[in-house]
């Protein structure tokens, strides 16, 4: 038997139009004849897509599932300002598949928000706020001081693995009632992440396609931005062109960022530090690697960080950034190949993918809802990316054991 589905045929046109969809193109990704899909768009027909066909319809659309039950048109999408630097041609622009994302996430936040009072909830407000005429020394302490993470922490993280200091500081910032999201369909020279500015439950989305520690340095990064109350999308390298309105609050970002993860007391209590003094052209690659390792980031954020610090020379920076960048892209090569090699064990795993993509906090309130009759089984499954109900109880425990 196949049951057929209670979709909302205008948010199923709207979903098509959106994706630039002709019909005959849509019953044809649909596997069903023209006039068969017209039905489905039509209200004042009975004729309704079955589950299965409706999963295929969500990915020629790049829409979650869920998208088509809702009670009315989604809108409300806000454009994110572009803060990334400017390629040659002095054009920015998204790719489909980076404003797929942020339309994805805003909706992703919308309906957390919706999810929470309907089980009877409170979203709490954000109260973090920075001014881009402060210190970012100070901003960066206060960052870290909110968070509750300590330099004990940090050294222990570095025994755990690589991914360890990204996990950490997620946690941490999700328990201020921070969306935290990964993307995966975006490459990372295109974007390292983006930011939605919210007095309640503001949002962090990642580029899952960055190196672990360029990714825990764009979600400091991207909280910078929500302390600032600035909505946009950033990448890292502060050195290049920009539009001179954008430049200031991504440099005033990455410093503060630098100074909540690398904290300039604890960065020059080291004895390495110490023994080399101020503006030293001295440093040894395994020194470098090793600071780098204890505060989980990567060698340039570190090195900058010294800089900044005066504990070396523009010229000794600029030489070794120039000599990492080859480095850094084979690294970036290698990542990628690893995260190809590994999709056949995430189709293995699949409740873990979703985990890390959607996090903790979202995860968890849609399961609450689901266990509260908020939601069917079925909406729940398409929330999580048209996840198999055979895979739920160990989603479970990630969220509620793990």
Known sequence: MHFRTNINPAVLKWARESAKLSVEQAAKKAGVKTERYMAWEDPDDEAKPTIRQLRTVSRAFHRPLSLFYLAEVPSGFQPMKDLRRLPSDGLLIYSPELAYEMELAQQRRELSIDLTTAIGEQVAPFALRASIDEDPEDVGRRIREALGIRFSDQVNWKRRGALEPFKAWRRAIEDLDVLVFQMSRVDSSEVCGFALAAEAR??????????????????????????????????????????????????????????????????????????????????????????????????EALLRRLLTLNRTTSTYYNDKAEQWKDEWEEEQKRYRKQLQDSDKEFIRNPPLDVFYELGRPFVRLVLDSMNANVMTLNEASGHFGNLRLRHFSKLEQHVYTG
Do not use: Y
């Not at 825990?216 to 502060?238: I, K, P, R, Y």
């Open 202 to 299: 503001p949002m962090i989305v990642v580029n899952r396609k960055d190196v672990p520690n360029r990714r825990t340095f764009s979600l400091l990064h991207e909280l910078a931005h929500l302390l600032l109350g600035q909505s946009g999308a950033s990448d890292l390298d502060v050195e290049a062109l920009r539009p001179s309105e954008t430049q200031a609050a991504e440099v005033f970002c990455n410093a503060a960022a630098a100074a909540a993860l690398m904290p300039r007391e604890r960065l020059l209590g080291i004895d390495v530090v110490q023994k080399h003094g101020t503006r030293s052209n001295a440093w040894r690659e395994n020194d470098l690697r090793e600071l780098a390792r204890t505060f989980g980031v990567s060698r």
